[in-house]
């Protein structure tokens, strides 16, 4: 089962924009990664925020972090044609297994 | 550095045969996670092996194993393949300090 839902399901924006996706998850985790996915390939691993973080860069990401309400958002600057795939949130905790959110679609057009 | 690696790419079988998917972690890595990515159901969580042994498993029937060798690479098998079994097997390793798992580029199988 899902861990928990993804905000939105699909965006399209024009190249240059910013665009925003939010996770929302169910119960305590130990940290939150984002992953990117092109067409139906394997999951890129973009970033790691650890539940004791409340915001993280890495290039044009920016993840926060809010654990009192369960939630994530993944913010790509300056977006670019190749930013178009599906972003998905994952949750680990004791278990160690990943749960993940059921996904953004992100077009960029020109 | 070598990314983890999946083989075959591409798998298709018909239905009642088995199938065996393989996955290489990336070195140093010693846990190695299985997902499977089907139509509608999006990702989930199948097994977990680390130092050879299973540690976790998901919400999947016994027709579903695999093994983790001494060298951390692991197999996948699915027996008795049903239809509902056509998806994207995902596999990921982490050296598990902080579970950043990394992900290969998948076996897609097809059940006929």
């Known amino acids: 089962s899902q861990q928990g839902e993804e905000d939105p399901q699909a965006l399209s924006i024009q190249e240059g924009e910013n665009a925003t996706m939010n996770c929302s998850y169910k119960?305590?985790?130990?940290?939150l990664q984002w992953y990117r996915q092109n067409s139906g390939r394997g999951l890129v691993h973009l970033i790691l925020i650890r539940s004791n973080e409340r915001e993280k860069h890495s290039g044009r990401l920016r993840v926060t972090l809010d654990t009192s309400k369960k939630s994530s958002s993944l913010l790509i600057t300056a977006s670019r044609a190749a930013d178009t795939a599906s972003y998905f949130c994952?949750?680990?905790?004791?278990?160690?297994?990943?749960?993940f959110g059921t996904g953004t679609r992100l077009q960029v057009t020109l | 550095e070598a990314g983890v690696t999946q083989s075959p790419t591409h798998l298709i079988k018909t239905r009642g045969q088995q199938a065996t998917l393989r996955c290489s972690p990336i070195s140093g890595h010693t846990s190695v996670y299985w997902y499977q990515q089907a139509l509608g159901l999006g990702l989930q969580f199948l097994l977990w092996y680390d130092e050879g042994e299973e540690r976790n498993r998901g919400n999947f029937p016994p027709r579903f194993s695999g093994r983790q060798f001494p060298n951390y690479s692991s197999e996948l098998n699915v027996n008795a393949l049903e239809l509902e079994d056509s998806a994207l097997y995902l596999c990921?390793?982490?050296?598990?300090?902080?579970?950043?798992?990394?992900f290969g580029p998948g076996t897609r199988l097809t059940v006929l």
């Open positions: 994952a949750t680990s905790g004791t278990a160690s297994k990943l749960t």
């Open positions: 119960t305590s985790i130990n940290n």
């Open positions: 990921a390793s982490t050296q598990w300090e902080n579970n950043e798992q990394f």
